[in-house]
Every structure is written in C-alpha cells, then in structure tokens.
C-alpha cells in the first residue's frame, strides 16, 4: 500500500503562484510516473503535468510555460511550481502516482494510487 499525501494549495490573487508538494509513503514500492490532475466545479478532472522515471516532462497547453513539475526520488516526492496563476487555474488539485510493488523474487506488480487533493483558487 502506497499513500500519497498533497500539500500546498491555498488562496492566491491572479498572477500570484503556489508550490504543491506530494509525498509517496509505504513500504517496497517503486514509482514509475507522478503527475498531477486537476478538476474544477462542474468540469471532469483534467492531466494537468506528468514526469516520468526518467525526468521527462509533459503539460496540458494551457498550463504550458507557467507551471513546472518536478520530481525528488530520494523523498518520492513531486511537486508542482505553478507561476502566473489564473482564475481558471482554480480547482482541486491531485497527485497521481504509477508504482511497482514486490510480489515475490524479481516480481513486481503495478498499481495507481491518488492523492486526497487540495484545493487551489485563483482570486481575479
């Protein structure tokens, strides 16, 4: 079992930014792919960033060239630098996590598991 706990939302005015953190906890697990999703009211939840196990990197347009993901393997941690916030930026905010976990002598079973989400709103 893998928990992954996201902190770092909150109220920010618009142009402002906010840093999202999300710890990977657990015993024998490997993580492949972290991302982030997020859904607003009334929209369904939305890939918003993803980084690999081999650091590479992929946005959704509208988030291109103002938020940035990152990774600490040592912590099994991803965060996410969001700069230049907007009004629609506003939503719940989810870590996301592909691992591998041991299930026997060189056997590893994969599993996703999500984050509770946190709560990001943009003030205009």
């Known amino acids: 079992q893998v928990h992954l706990v996201e902190s770092g939302g909150g109220l920010v005015q618009a142009g402002g930014s906010l840093r999202l953190s999300c710890a990977a906890s657990g015993s024998s697990f490997s993580i492949n792919t972290m991302d982030w999703y997020r859904q607003a009211p009334g929209k369904q939840r939305e890939s918003v960033a993803i980084?690999?196990?081999?650091?590479?990197?992929n946005y959704a347009d509208s988030v291109k060239g103002r938020f940035t993901i990152a990774r600490d393997n040592a912590k099994n941690t991803v965060y996410l630098q969001m700069n230049s916030l907007k009004p629609e930026d506003t939503a719940v905010y989810y870590c996301?996590?592909?691992?591998?976990?041991?299930?026997?002598?060189?056997?590893?079973?994969?599993?996703?598991?999500w984050g509770q989400g946190t709560q990001v709103t943009v003030s205009s």
């Open positions: 980084i690999s196990s081999d650091d590479s990197k």
């Open positions: 996301h996590a592909d691992v591998n976990i041991p299930i026997g002598p060189g056997r590893w079973k994969g599993y996703s598991y």
